[in-house]
């Protein structure tokens, strides 16, 4: 178990230095609480002396790593951090402060639920902090959750697992059900933040001594410049964008002014191939550069999210936020494996949350397709691949994207930004691969090479058909 902080230690270990408390019109009670719950006072009055606090959470505005956010810290030592009606004036005046001077709102979390002692009074300010939560969201103001040990009941289900990202300290009781109402037998390991980690519930673990610089970093990047122009990328394509036709891009009207990204310069070989047969190879060959490199290359420093947050993770689907050219970039990159179902949602997760924020987005497409095992189909395959269509189809900032290696059917294009997509010389994109093409068709394995050729998949055809954008060049040409 992780050790537990008061909540004005936890503010401290975050921030620079000030925290300017937000003062709220304390709401009066009578006797006991809306209940009349016998002893409630005498409760409330031990707390607050023990603490020396006088609800359950505390709510002010600060900086941490120079960029000013309004932060609500839980204190568990009140009522084990209980939400009641003065709680959920709290956090709503929170979040009404946020909103009106456009901050973002970090949460530092340490919870046992809603307060018996008020009952469904209580259990009601789990709505009214969802609404603000969603009106916050809606203003496009980023929503950071740090979860502290215990944080479980709708106090998880509403700050923490409804912020846009959500981190965790090491050890650290994370679940609904709280440890005196679950199931006898229940596994203790399954209530914790690494195995919410695990099931993509939370973006990742972070120990208490790098919480205020990985918080700062990713202030930073989810407030910082997203909008200043973009030198156009180096490419052997038409620069201009389809107005008409199969590629034309459907101007939403949410759509932002945002700048697009540019690609990223291809890494591999700068040789197109002859037929098909050989960029297939390219795109397969296990020395051609893949997402870490080009991620490497591209962003001075970034941060990723991980999980759908229905219950799945794909380390073959990297998704996060990160620095490029002093603006930020939001990016999803594949990286060579069958994509599974929860890759596609944490993709489409990234989408959105950038569009929110009015962050652009680039993609890197590198996938052999979708993951086709029974467990991909238990697991939702064709609903998640639809979900990534219709994100990157709605997408409210530019879409950019890059195919680096193999660009496998409708498991990749889900992934592809219409009208603005470019290619590698080392990469191919075909409606199905050549010897799964052959074998439908029913031709023997000496006709895949011809197959390939007659599928139009390398770099040239490509843009030859107007499917891509250009080639991107080559580094230091």
Same mark, same amino acid.
């Given at each position: 178990?992780?050790?537990?902080?008061?909540?004005?230690?936890?503010?401290?270990?975050?921030?620079?230095?000030?925290?300017?408390?937000?003062?709220?019109?304390?709401?009066?009670?009578?006797?006991?609480?809306?209940?009349?719950?016998?002893?409630?006072?005498?409760?409330?009055?031990?707390?607050?002396?023990?603490?020396?606090?006088?609800?359950?959470?505390? +709510?002010?505005?600060?900086?941490?790593?120079?960029?000013?956010?309004?932060?609500?810290?839980?204190?568990?030592?009140?009522?084990?951090?209980?939400?009641?009606?003065?709680? &959920?004036?709290?956090?709503?005046?929170?979040?009404?402060?946020?909103?009106?001077?456009?901050?973002?709102?970090?949460?530092?979390?340490?919870?046992?639920?809603?307060?018996?002692?008020?009952?469904?009074?209580?259990?009601?300010?789990?709505?009214?902090?969802? #609404?603000?939560?969603?009106?916050?969201?809606?203003?496009?103001?980023?929503?950071?959750?740090?979860?502290? =040990?215990?944080?479980?009941?709708?106090?998880?289900?509403?700050?923490?697992?409804?912020?846009?990202?959500?981190?965790?300290?090491?050890? %650290?009781?994370?679940?609904?059900?709280?440890?005196?109402?679950?199931?006898?037998?229940?596994?203790?390991?399954?209530?914790?933040?690494?195995?919410?980690?695990?099931?993509?519930?939370?973006?990742?673990?972070?120990?208490?001594?790098?919480?205020?610089?990985?918080?700062?970093?990713?202030?930073?990047?989810?407030?910082?410049?997203?909008?200043?122009?973009?030198?156009?990328?180096?490419?052997?394509?038409?620069?201009?964008?389809?107005?008409?036709?199969?590629?034309?891009?459907?101007?939403?009207?949410?759509?932002?002014?945002?700048?697009?990204?540019?690609?990223?310069?291809?890494?591999? !070989?700068?040789?197109?191939?002859?037929?098909?047969?050989?960029?297939?190879?390219? %795109?397969?060959?296990?020395?051609?550069?893949?997402?870490?490199?080009?991620?490497?290359?591209?962003?001075?420093?970034?941060?990723?999210?991980?999980?759908? #947050? +229905?219950?799945?993770?794909?380390?073959?689907?990297? +998704?996060?936020?990160?620095?490029?050219?002093?603006?930020?970039?939001?990016?999803?990159?594949?990286? &060579?494996?069958?994509?599974?179902?929860?890759?596609?949602?944490?993709? %489409?997760?990234?989408?959105?949350?950038?569009?929110?924020?009015? @962050?652009?987005?680039? !993609?890197?497409? =590198? !996938?052999?397709?979708?993951?086709? =095992?029974?467990?991909?189909?238990?697991?939702?395959?064709?609903?998640?691949?639809?979900?990534?269509?219709?994100?990157?189809?709605?997408?409210?900032?530019?879409?950019?994207?890059?195919?680096?290696?193999?660009?496998?059917?409708?498991?990749?294009?889900?992934?592809?930004?219409?009208?603005?997509?470019?290619?590698?010389?080392?990469?191919?994109?075909?409606?199905?691969?050549?010897?799964?093409?052959?074998?439908?068709?029913? #031709?023997? %394995?000496?006709?895949?090479?011809?197959?390939?050729?007659?599928?139009? @998949? #390398?770099?040239? =055809?490509?843009?030859?058909?107007?499917?891509?954008?250009?080639?991107?060049?080559?580094?230091?040409?």
């Amino acid at each position: 178990m992780t050790e537990r902080r008061a909540a004005r230690e936890a503010v401290a270990l975050v921030t620079d230095g000030e925290f300017d408390e937000l003062s709220v019109p304390v709401r009066d009670f009578k006797p006991d609480g809306p209940l009349s719950w016998q002893g409630y006072d005498d409760s409330r009055a031990r707390a607050a002396a023990r603490t020396g606090e006088e609800e359950s959470v505390v +709510c002010g505005r600060a900086s941490i790593g120079g960029t000013p956010a309004v932060l609500i810290a839980f204190e568990f030592g009140f009522l084990g951090g209980s939400l009641g009606e003065r709680t &959920g004036d709290r956090l709503e005046a929170a979040y009404s402060y946020a909103r009106e001077h456009r901050l973002p709102l970090v949460s530092l979390v340490a919870t046992g639920g809603s307060r018996m002692q008020e009952g469904m009074l209580a259990l009601t300010q789990l709505q009214r902090v969802a #609404r603000q939560s969603a009106l916050t969201r809606e203003a496009g103001l980023a929503q950071i959750a740090v979860l502290r =040990d215990p944080t479980t009941g709708g106090g998880w289900a509403t700050l923490g697992a409804g912020a846009d990202v959500t981190l965790a300290l090491p050890g %650290a009781q994370v679940g609904f059900a709280g440890s005196r109402v679950r199931p006898p037998g229940a596994d203790p390991a399954a209530y914790t933040a690494e195995a919410q980690v695990s099931a993509g519930a939370v973006d990742a673990v972070v120990p208490p001594e790098a919480l205020r610089e990985t918080l700062a970093l990713w202030l930073k990047l989810l407030t910082g410049p997203s909008t200043r122009a973009a030198p156009p990328p180096p490419a052997l394509g038409t620069p201009d964008l389809p107005a008409t036709g199969r590629n034309a891009h459907v101007e939403l009207p949410t759509s932002p002014p945002t700048p697009a990204a540019p690609p990223p310069p291809a890494l591999g !070989t700068p040789d197109l191939p002859a037929t098909g047969r050989d960029a297939v190879q390219n %795109a397969r060959s296990p020395h051609r550069p893949h997402a870490l490199a080009y991620l490497d290359v591209y962003f001075t420093r970034r941060v990723e999210i991980s999980g759908d #947050r +229905c219950g799945g993770t794909d380390p073959g689907m990297l +998704c996060g936020f990160g620095s490029h050219d002093g603006r930020t970039v939001a990016y999803a990159a594949q990286c &060579g494996t069958a994509t599974r179902p929860a890759g596609y949602r944490t993709a %489409a997760r990234l989408i959105r949350l950038a569009g929110r924020l009015g @962050i652009p987005v680039l !993609t890197l497409v =590198d !996938t052999p397709g979708a993951a086709n =095992d029974a467990e991909a189909e238990r697991q939702g395959a064709g609903s998640a691949i639809a979900d990534l269509f219709a994100a990157v189809a709605t997408a409210r900032t530019p879409v950019t994207t890059l195919v680096i290696g193999e660009g496998g059917s409708g498991g990749a294009l889900a992934l592809a930004a219409p009208g603005n997509t470019w290619v590698t010389p080392d990469s191919y994109f075909s409606v199905i691969a050549p010897e799964l093409a052959a074998a439908i068709l029913k #031709r023997p %394995a000496g006709e895949v090479r011809a197959t390939a050729d007659q599928l139009r @998949i #390398r770099p040239q =055809d490509l843009l030859d058909l107007g499917v891509v954008r250009g080639i991107v060049g080559i580094v230091g040409e």
